[in-house]
């Protein structure tokens, strides 16, 4: 059955085990369905599967874009780590391009990359969380080791395919 594309960024076995942890303990748990990633598209349309899946193959051929944990930012009714990477948002503009036509009005902005470690509590558990953060953070390189499509049911992401950078 066709459903919406998600696409994301792939984090190295460290840096994932390190984000989910964060996300299992303190995203609320009957509503954590997915785990820790790095989303680059929310909803494309699942026709352009094949030439997406092309794309992200052509990119694995490339050397891992450079990447770094910025800050931690209040999300409002959540947390989420700050990503910077010049190389990742490259990537994702030359898919924004090439499929600008079929993009949602929130998938023509570009995003602010983030791994996020808990959404939907009241602000103030979410405050508190981000302080907690904050008291120990240093901004620290993180390792992007692919791109994923995914195909979105109303629950947890289904895989349609992943690419991994091998440059």
């Known amino acids: 059955m066709p459903a919406p ?3 994301t960024a792939l984090m190295g076995a460290a840096d994932f085990a390190w984000a989910d942890g964060l996300r299992r303990a ?3 748990a009957e509503r ?3 785990s820790a990633h790095i989303t ?18 052509r990119f694995s051929a490339l050397s ?4 770094q944990l910025c800050d931690v930012i209040l999300l409002g009714r959540g947390v989420a780590y700050r990503v ?9 503009d030359e898919l924004a391009e090439a499929f600008a036509g079929l993009l949602t009005p929130q998938d023509r902005q570009r995003p602010r990359l983030h791994i996020t470690v808990q959404n ?17 953070f240093r901004p620290r390189p993180i390792v992007i080791a692919g791109l994923a499509a995914w195909h979105y049911r109303g629950g947890p992401w289904e895989l349609a395919m992943k690419a991994m950078f091998r440059g």
């Open 84 to 92: 910077e990477s010049p190389g990742l948002m490259a990537l994702r």
């Open 64 to 67: 891992p874009p450079k990447a």
């Open 5 to 7: 594309v998600i696409v």
């Open 32 to 34: 954590n369905h997915l």
């Open 40 to 57: 680059l598209f929310h909803h494309l349309p699942p026709s352009i599967l094949p030439e997406l899946s092309g794309r992200l193959k």
């Open 26 to 28: 303190h995203f609320p």
């Open 120 to 136: 939907k509590v009241p602000p103030d558990d979410a405050r508190a969380l981000a302080d907690a953060l904050r008291a120990g």
